[in-house]
């Protein structure tokens, strides 16, 4: 019960803790836009008879005709109250962009984590059991692999081979067949919705969109997780306790498993917080290639456009999911090493 | 804390996610669940855009939106189309009605009659009126939108030009008889509008309804909006009840899923595996090879109401001197632009060697041909014996023509003496600079709706618009373009045109180089496809065998 209260209590802590540095974020994403080259306004005025006077109407839509200080003040307003604006390259609110994007991005992040872990630590486990060995070699090599080939590329290679030459694959675009009914939408994470609604063959269907770009997304993070679970476990190994339990005559998999890599797992669990929000962030070529239908993507066009709203909301989002991972993170950290104090 | 059996749910873990993995791979392809049937009447466009505003006149729409329009809304008039070399085109000067049955001209081409069509009716069944017309033409002209300043230049600016004369009749007046006045009628910026829905959505903020109209419709085009996820897929629905078409035909689609696929590559893999039915807009350098393996029909149309080139900031030295503008377009090496840039495909406008302009036609070959001599002795003459410096900029959104361009450019004009450096901007930037005419050389595209020689050299060539990208002021060109869009004798305004055509191609504030094709790829059993001046596809014309 104390162990709860303790968690709970830290939560609260570190979520205050954390609202200087979001609102710090705001702030700096919002001079960021309005210093970088490129007027919205301009770059959206593009009628065939655009003049000044179309341009000026925009500005006045997009309440940049204002001073720079009040701008800032009614954005934060706005924050505050739970608005993020209006994006112009979709012409939808920002927060109903995000929030109908944000379940596909995760989904993607969550199932390609989940493969990059099933594949990272047997590998980096074996390549550790067997230092500098063939084995070790090999996972070298595929690891250096999967960091190289840039994930357009790859995204790009998957689609050439599994859906253009041999038609295994469904076709890459979206999270669902085009032709397909309209997805339940309860959640917005299409495997728990199909479930929910009982709907197995669209289930499948899901599941097949997913898997390639997930693959893709995986491979590329494949590299420090199993690098961390290799160096980790590797020193592991090499201390006192783990030569007492073999000495104690304990089997060599007990040990590896139950005694090495439980004390292996802390490097490696901080890993996963880096990398699931680098994924979240950062998967933005995944999510064109595969016309993924998340966040990533959204912000890159809006960024393009040097539409100022959407790119706000998106490093304010990723800001906050940031903070959650970690703290997320650490809390896993109490569980998986006893010796954690809550402090 | 206490974790005695730790093991067990690791294990269990570890195991379900190898699991995972494992029926990832053996999973089979994807369930289709779409009949043959509908398939076959279901026309799947990809694209790289979005449909950002289901309303082509909000001001901020893609060029995506107005393709869009054309099938949602209905105008009063529409363009013909003819087929010229086995390819159909819009047919600028055979214009119908559409929601009009009958347009009738006075004689002195000042007024327009419009007769609604009998028992025409919008998507919520109700019949169209007078009024409604009455209401969209006043709202083109009085709401912020893009159409005021559009359908401007065909003289339509006051609600009392537009006149209800009876229940479905509708006058429409003019103060002098505009050449373009009907044609601005016939364009995604003039649709029709349901007053009556539309009103109940308007506030006293915005009495037009703008931001209502730009998620939702009030219209009585060929297609219904069934789903609209901007961003994502817009899907339409054949109304069955529509009977403006050419002889009131229906399309012949009943479905259309226009769909954002932002990768090139991704669009043309779908489109030969047959997946997709149509894209205008994949990479120029995949055309080629997707021609040669056959499994998809190309339709290649030069965009004749369009062009690519080179413009001089005019009003910045050293490009105010017309000298060194003629030195720099007889330095640049076209047709090794036009091969690296272009793959060839479409239609030079360089390289004539007339020096008396033919026709009034516009835009047309113009003799620009490469000449270092020449280009040497005009730079010297125009006080540059040793070159200068210059920057060339092009936005990054057009980069895979104008990337190739700017290499061979920087290089020709090297030999002149002219050290350029090349400058790749985000094309917000780009456009921004290139509006407060802070760029003095770059690379850009533009089309004229209305492909008549005096719009276009109006558009491009005067005023201070941001679309006169040069920023040309001269001032012949600036009174012949206003005396030539009133001209009612046809030969005086060849002659205007022509003189026009010879001061641009003297003077050369732009260096016209080319019309991209239009690419269009699709399925080998669609046909009908027809290239439009919005440049984007009609739905209503395609046909699937």
């Known amino acids: 019960m104390s162990v709860a209260k303790n968690i709970g209590r830290r939560v609260v802590k570190r979520l205050g803790a954390s609202v200087p540095a979001l609102l710090g974020v705001v702030v700096f994403t919002f001079l960021l836009m309005r210093v970088l080259p490129g007027d919205p306004a301009t770059f959206f005025a593009s009628g065939p008879n655009a003049g000044q006077e179309e341009i000026d109407e925009l500005r006045r839509q997009m309440g940049l005709d204002r001073p720079m200080y009040e701008q800032l003040a009614r954005y934060l307003y706005d924050v505050a109250t739970g608005h993020l604006g209006r994006s112009m390259t979709t012409g939808q609110p920002v927060l109903a962009d995000l929030a109908q994007r944000l379940p596909a991005s995760l989904e993607l992040s969550f199932f390609a984590l989940i493969i990059a872990l099933a594949l990272a630590i047997p590998l980096g486990i074996a390549a550790a059991l067997k230092p500098n060995s063939l084995i070790d070699h090999a996972v070298r090599f595929v690891c250096t692999l999967g960091v190289c080939v840039p994930t357009f590329v790859s995204g790009l290679l998957l689609i050439y081979v599994f859906y253009y030459l041999l038609g295994l694959a469904p076709d890459p675009t979206g999270r669902i067949d085009i032709f397909a009914a309209q997805p339940p939408e309860i959640t917005g994470f299409l495997l728990i919705d199909f479930l929910m609604v009982g709907d197995l063959a669209g289930w499948r269907a899901a599941f097949g969109q997913l898997i390639l770009p997930a693959f893709t997304m995986a491979l590329f993070v494949l590299a420090p997780l199993a690098r961390m679970t290799r160096a980790s476990l590797l020193a592991v190994l090499g201390s006192d306790f783990i030569r007492t339990a073999r000495s104690v005559g304990m089997t060599g998999w007990r040990v590896v498993i139950v005694y090495a890599l439980r004390n292996a797992m802390l490097p490696v669990l901080t890993i996963i917080g880096i990398v699931f929000s680098t994924m979240l962030g950062a998967n933005v070529l995944v999510e064109k290639v595969f016309s993924w239908p998340g966040i990533g993507s959204y912000a890159l066009d809006a960024l393009l456009a040097s539409d100022y709203a959407p790119v706000q909301g998106f490093v304010l989002l990723i800001a906050a999911i940031f903070v959650m991972v970690n703290l997320a993170i650490d809390v896993l950290y109490g569980i998986a090493d006893p010796r954690v104090t809550v402090e | ?545």
């Open chain 2, 1 to 545: 804390m206490k974790f005695h059996s730790p093991k067990i749910t690791r294990r269990e873990g570890l195991k379900a996610a190898l699991a995972t993995a494992a029926g990832a791979a053996l999973l089979p392809a994807s369930v289709r669940s779409a009949d043959a049937q509908t398939r076959s009447e279901t026309l799947r466009h990809v694209m790289a855009g979005t449909i950002n505003s289901l309303d082509a006149t909000v001001p901020g729409s893609t060029r995506e939106a107005f393709g869009a329009g054309m099938s949602i809304y209905d105008r009063l008039g529409s363009f013909g189309r003819k087929e010229v070399e086995g390819q159909w085109t819009f047919d600028f000067d055979n214009i119908r009605g559409e929601l009009a049955e009958k347009i009738d001209r006075s004689a002195d081409g000042r007024t327009f009659t419009f007769h609604l069509r009998q028992g025409a009716t919008w998507h919520d069944g109700t019949p169209v009126t007078a009024a409604d017309v009455k209401w969209s033409l006043d709202r083109a002209v009085s709401a912020k939108s893009l159409s005021a300043a559009q359908i401007a230049s065909g003289s339509l600016a006051k609600p009392e030009q537009f006149k209800v004369v009876g229940d479905r009749t509708v006058e429409v007046s003019l103060d002098r008889p505009d050449r373009l006045a009907l044609a601005n009628l016939s364009i995604p910026l003039s649709p029709m509008f349901n007053s009556v829905l539309a009103k109940k959505h308007a506030t006293s903020d915005d009495p037009w309804a703008l931001a209502w109209l730009k998620d939702n419709t009030a219209a009585g085009g060929a297609y219904i909006v069934e789903t609209h996820r901007p961003g994502q897929q817009t899907v339409l629905r054949r109304n069955e009840n529509w009977k403006n078409g050419p002889e009131g035909k229906l399309p012949f689609f009943r479905r259309v899923i226009a769909q954002t696929v932002p990768e090139a590559a991704t669009r043309a893999n779908l489109l030969e595996r047959g997946d997709a039915d149509l894209s205008i807009d994949l990479q120029a350098s995949d055309i080629d090879a997707l021609e040669q393996r056959g499994r998809i029909k190309l339709v290649a149309v030069p965009q004749t109401n369009g062009f690519t080139g080179i413009v001089f900031n005019t009003r910045l030295a050293p490009f105010d001197n017309p000298k060194v503008r003629q030195a720099v377009a007889a330095a640049l090496p076209y047709e090794d632009m036009f091969k690296a840039a272009l793959f060839g495909r479409g239609r030079r406008l360089f390289g004539a060697r007339w020096t008396e302009v033919p026709s009034e036609a516009f835009p047309q070959r113009l003799p620009l041909n490469t000449d270092l001599a020449k280009a040497k002795a005009l730079l010297t003459e125009a006080g540059y014996p040793n070159g200068l410096q210059t920057t060339f900029a092009f936005a990054a959104g057009a980069a895979s023509a104008a990337e190739p361009a700017a290499v061979l450019v920087k290089e020709a004009l090297a030999k002149i003496g002219i050290e350029v450096t090349v400058q790749k901007m985000p094309d917000a930037q780009f456009v921004t600079l290139q509006v407060e005419r802070r760029l003095p050389l770059f690379m850009e595209s533009g089309t004229a709706w209305l492909p008549a020689p005096d719009y276009f050299l109006r558009t491009y060539f005067s005023g201070e618009h941001r679309w006169n990208f040069s920023g040309f002021k001269n001032a012949e060109m600036d009174s012949l373009v206003q005396a030539a869009r009133f001209e009612t004798d046809p030969a005086k305004y060849a002659a205007a045109c022509k003189r026009m055509i010879t001061i641009a191609a003297t003077d050369v504030p732009t260096v016209m180089l080319w019309q991209p094709n239009q690419d269009a790829v699709m399925a080998r059993n669609i046909s009908g496809y027809t290239y439009w001046f919005h440049r984007q596809v009609d739905y209503r014309d395609l046909v699937r065998a």
